[in-house]
């Protein structure tokens, strides 16, 4: 896809990988909405650094755990641009969670992170589809995790959300295909930023050492190493469809 004067839908975008991959896409010309749930100062940070290089950003709150939420979340996006040719699905969550402790493994637990990491990209793509056919075609990427590939994750939950997102996409490239709308899957491997510094708290400096000491490559992804990767999926053959593409620097050869 050619990006100049795209418009794209990010969410969970205020920062991290969310907010790398809004940066990149609108250093490409690209109209973005910001979407956030909690760090409205993040989302404004980077709705101010896309403007101050010229570039065209919205922010907008949304839990897309919630299906009216998301809905008018996209309506959003239309009403602002007037059309729609990217979703990046990136807002997602977790409890950290040792996968032995079953019975610390709640059922509210279970509800947020399935209901985030899996309902909410279905209700975005939902929602985003007519306006991505309306398009002639459009790109939705996911940013699932090799927790869904394997026992590697911060829960069991988190595992089981990402092997459905997974799944998602390859069913959702199926089901859209003739519409022209494709649909992939980025899966990092450890991401060294803030958000998974902050969950494995005490076990960081563990988890880092253990992926660079198993890893094909001595390397462990950043934010924006991510964000490269979906930007290379949008910019890459519009043939791609129904991927899942594991970015762990070689961890789970």
Known sequence: MKLANKVALVTGASSGVGAQTAIK?????VGVVINYANNKVG????????????????????????DKQCTTLVEFTIAHFAQLDIVINNAGTTDFVPHQALDLLTNDIWHKTLN?????????????????????????????????????????AYCASKAGLNSLTKTLAKALGEKNIRVNA???????????????AEHWQAAKDYTLVNSAIKRISTPSDVADSIMSVLTGSDNMTGQIITLDSGLTL
């Open 186 to 200: 980025i899966c990092p491997g450890l991401i060294d930023g803030q958000w998974s510094a902050q969950g494995w």
């Open 116 to 156: 985030t990491n899996l309902l909410g990209p279905f209700y975005i793509s939902r929602a985003a589809q007519p306006y991505l056919a309306k398009q002639g075609g459009g790109e939705i990427v996911m940013t699932s995790s090799i927790a869904g590939q394997t026992t590697h994750g911060s829960s069991i």
């Open 43 to 66: 989302a404004e940070n980077i709705r101010a650094k896309i403007q101050s290089i010229g570039g065209k950003a919205e922010i907008f709150h949304a839990d897309i755990s919630d």
């Open 25 to 29: 896409l609108a250093e490409q010309g």
